[in-house]
């Protein structure tokens, strides 16, 4: 297994954390590495839709493509054969770099989307719960972060540093190929960031 595909997995492990949300179901030196995500995205009526994204990644990747599976209680066999289809075009992109978190990250903020076209319009499934908001709850929550750039890396992590410490958060930054994150923890009313920009927003420990 290349180095940067054991990176990309570890930092994977490190971001999907919670109880369930990753799964490393195989892995082999000639086969590639088969692993498991849940995760949730907005779906059409503002309903939080869980996914079950499950990847394969060849012994050539990223220069090709990885296998996609999606699964999901609320969605028809029919929208989870666009959402992959979708991915895969996606995926076409990004290929030659690290691409599994930005297409978690691109099906979170595009799934309704997705689901508003004429052919996947089909009725959300009756085990789907109906839209609703999660009461929020005070006390320490974890944010992700994703930056698009950063060009002076030392300057903008000194900076990063004394803001975490003036909120008193803490948490880590990784930076994985061109994709750079920002995990912190801490009280909720010292973190204020949109929630689309969230990921993972609110867990009960501290990964």
């Known amino acids: 297994m290349a180095e940067r595909v054991r990176e990309e997995l ?4 490190a971001i999907f954390c919670g109880p369930g949300e990753w799964e490393v179901l195989s892995r082999s030196e000639t086969d590639g590495t088969v692993f498991r995500i849940l995760t949730k995205a907005e779906g059409r009526l503002d309903a939080d839709i869980p996914l079950q994204l499950v990847f394969h990644l060849p012994v050539d990747y990223p220069s090709c493509l990885p296998g996609i599976v999606v699964n999901s209680d609320c969605l028809t066999r029919a929208q989870c054969a666009a959402v992959k289809e979708t991915l895969l075009k996606q995926a076409e992109t990004l290929l030659s770099e690290p691409m599994v978190h930005e297409l978690v990250l691109w099906i979170q903020q595009n799934l309704r989307h997705i689901l508003r076209r004429p052919e996947t319009r089909g ?18 929550w974890i944010t992700l972060l994703h930056l698009d750039h ?17 909120l008193r958060l803490t948490g880590r930054l990784m930076f994985l190929g061109k994709i750079i994150l920002i995990l912190l923890q801490g009280d909720r009313n010292n973190i204020k960031v949109p929630k689309s920009l969230m990921l993972n927003v609110h867990l009960a420990i501290f990964c």
Do not use: F
Request: net charge positive; charged share 30%; with cysteine.
């Open 123 to 140: 009725d959300i499934s009756a085990t789907c719960p109906p839209a609703a908001r999660p009461a929020v709850d005070d006390g320490w």
């Open 150 to 166: 950063m060009r002076a890396k030392t300057k903008y992590v000194r900076t990063v540093e004394k803001w975490a410490s003036d």
């Open 10 to 13: 570890s930092a994977l492990a």
